[in-house]
């Protein structure tokens, strides 16, 4: 079966400027996650999609990210605008509920 | 809340055996995964146990004490591709997500 599909692979902007990445999950998975992992930690959610409904935003930096995830399959998530902080690997997985997740290649985003 | 502890670092030899424990706080504790990362790419499943007991696959075995709230990660045989970062990571009954650990860095020594 197709893995975890993201893009971009790599993005660099300057502080302030916005930016998008994109997920389409493993077919057939409802569930669907986005992780941010800084350079030698662990990921932490920042947001999990049951289809097209959030279970679960308590993570996420509401003031600057945004997710959505329309039709249940593909979903984007959003900085606006960026902070230095955020350079980190964008990860998204996808599950059926009750198996382990299957991440895709991530997202390097780097904010100069 | 949830938090989980597990080493930053541990060394090995190549050809030996190497453990690497984890250590949960959870208040609603459904399952232990493991999760391998090589540096540059994704983590990728590599085990998980909702009951006590010893998982085995292949070189790599997973055991969960849900008593001690305590598990590990145990590696045989050990290969210079198997240096990676090893995270654990609790599945939360309540809402089904996963919340992973900090990671810990194997290095393999030939």
């Known amino acids: 079966e197709a893995g975890v599909a993201q893009s971009p692979r790599y993005k660099i902007i300057e502080k302030r400027q916005s930016v998008a990445f994109w997920c389409n999950p493993i077919s057939g998975h409802a569930t669907l996650y986005w992780y941010q992992q800084i350079l030698g930690q662990g990921p932490k959610l920042l947001i999990q999609f049951q289809n097209n409904g959030v279970v679960d935003d308590s993570q996420l930096p509401k003031d600057r990210f945004s997710a959505e995830r329309l039709k249940g399959v593909d979903s984007t998530l959003k900085i606006q605008p960026a902070k230095l902080e955020d350079s980190a690997v964008y990860l998204c997985?996808?599950?059926?509920?009750?198996?382990?997740?299957?991440f895709g290649s991530g997202t390097r985003l780097t904010v100069v | 809340g949830q938090s989980l502890e597990q080493p930053s670092e541990v060394t090995a030899v190549e050809g030996a055996i190497v453990q690497i424990n984890c250590t949960y706080q959870?208040?609603?504790?459904?399952?232990l995964s493991w999760y391998q990362q090589h540096d540059g790419g994704a983590p990728t499943f590599l085990s998980y146990?909702?009951?006590?007991g010893l998982e085995e696959t292949g070189r790599f075995s997973s055991f969960l004490s849900r008593s001690d709230s305590y598990g590990y990660l145990l590696l045989q045989e050990l290969q210079m591709k198997d240096s990676a970062s090893y995270f654990c990571a609790v599945r939360d009954r309540r809402d089904d997500k996963i919340i992973f650990g900090k990671g810990t860095r194997l290095h393999i020594l030939p």
């Open positions: 959870t208040s609603g504790f459904y399952g």
């Open positions: 997985a996808s599950s059926l509920a009750g198996d382990g997740y299957t």
């Open positions: 146990n909702a009951l006590d």
